[in-house]
């Protein structure tokens, strides 16, 4: 079937489908501690998800990453993976891959690395077990290390996600680089985006990774580098750890321009952009028939409705986030 093509000529070759908007931690910057979650009976079944994914794939999609709310607390999501795998095997799927908390890999590493997952990401923003409590209120900073250390030992490629949080782990980003380089870790930052109500105030969180790039650069070589992902990060290396260094910056600098991703959430809504609020109904077309025709022509009307880009601002206004969606609905 013909590729998704959007109106300005991006080419959707990458979906992030969000398994569930559960989880296991409550992390200051992404949920508020008391969430209402989705009734279970409202979620795409895992096959249901396969299908889904399944479309995508038949439409050019090659890369899939898997995600929440936390995707390894979703029950049985194994069988999801297990499935997805054939596409791998088929060539297909360039890369199945997923990010997670890290803190139900330990038991699932060895089974992700058996069915092709060769790299993953770990959201991880301090090296602190205390702080890390502070961070995900409920988070079990060693939990997640043996996670890392299984994965890795599986034989898998993590990359460290952080969050830049002012006044909170500003400090702790060069040691940071510097463990995860240590380890063989790719580390990328994340700057803070105004997804959803939480309990503070993002402004107070915002940390520009300008700030935090100059700032590195007093201690470090930081030399551009060329390497791509599919996803949104800017990469450096730094010369005296020779391990990358990725930039995820919405709000300093927009990466909308080269975007061939979408997203969907675990009710099958798909978002053509993390920062808008419009969105497509793949759920009904997908139940209302054994064949995927009306759930292929809900693809090709929403891709046809992509917007150019995302228009984030963080303001000291009190004002309602840009989008009222929180990161864990859509899938980070
Ligand atoms: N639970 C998994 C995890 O934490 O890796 C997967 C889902 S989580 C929503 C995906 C990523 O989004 C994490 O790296 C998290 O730090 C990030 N994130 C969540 N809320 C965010 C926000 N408001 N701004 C920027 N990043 C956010
Ligand atoms: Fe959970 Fe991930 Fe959100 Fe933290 S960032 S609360 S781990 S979904």
């Known amino acids: 079937m013909a590729p998704l093509v959007d109106p300005f000529g991006r080419l959707i070759t990458y979906v992030r489908v969000s398994v569930t908007d559960r989880c296991d931690m409550r992390c200051v910057y992404c949920m508020s501690e008391d969430m209402n979650f989705l009734p279970k009976r409202d979620l795409l079944s895992l096959e249901e998800l396969d299908r889904l994914c399944t479309a995508f794939i038949g ?11 936390e995707p390894l607390v979703r029950r049985n999501i194994m069988s999801l993976f297990r499935r997805l795998s054939r596409h791998l095997e088929s060539g297909a799927l360039s890369e199945l891959t997923l990010t997670t908390n890290g803190s139900q890999l330990a038991p699932h590493a060895a089974e992700l690395a058996a069915i092709g997952v060769r790299r993953l990401n770990v959201s991880l923003d301090t090296l602190d077990p205390v702080k ?11 939990q997640v290390m043996a996670g890392v250390d299984a994965a890795q030992q599986a ?7 952080m969050v830049a949080l002012k006044g ?6 060069a040691p940071m680089l510097k463990w995860a380089h240590g380890r063989g870790l790719d580390l990328t930052l994340i700057e803070v985006m ?13 940390l520009p990774l300008s700030l935090v790039e100059a700032r590195l650069a007093d201690h470090f070589t930081l030399l551009p580098v060329d390497y791509k992902t599919g996803g949104p990060a800017r990469y450096v290396r730094i010369k005296e750890t020779g391990g990358r260094l990725g930039f995820i910056t919405p709000l300093t600098h927009n990466f909308c321009e080269g975007c ?3 997203r969907v959430t675990c009710t099958g809504t798909l978002y053509m ?5 419009d969105a497509a109904d793949l759920r009904a077309p997908l139940r209302a028939s054994q064949s995927d025709a009306l ?13 150019k880009g995302h228009d984030f601002v963080i303001e000291r206004t009190g004002a309602t986030p840009a989008v009222s969606r929180h990161m864990s609905v859509t899938g980070g």
Do not use: M
């Open 273 to 277: 952009c993390l920062g808008q609020e």
């Open 194 to 206: 105004p997804l959803g109500a939480i309990d503070a105030e993002r402004v107070d969180q915002y």
């Open 168 to 173: 909170v782990n500003d400090f702790e980003i």
């Open 295 to 307: 759930l292929h022509e809900a693809l090709e009307a929403a891709i046809a409705r992509k917007p």
């Open 260 to 262: 061939n991703r979408v």
């Open 59 to 69: 439409r050019g999609v090659h890369k899939l990453r898997i995600t929440g709310g």
């Open 132 to 142: 890390f409590r502070a961070i995900t209120r409920w988070g079990d900073h060693a």
């Open 155 to 161: 034989g898998i490629s993590v990359k460290i996600n």
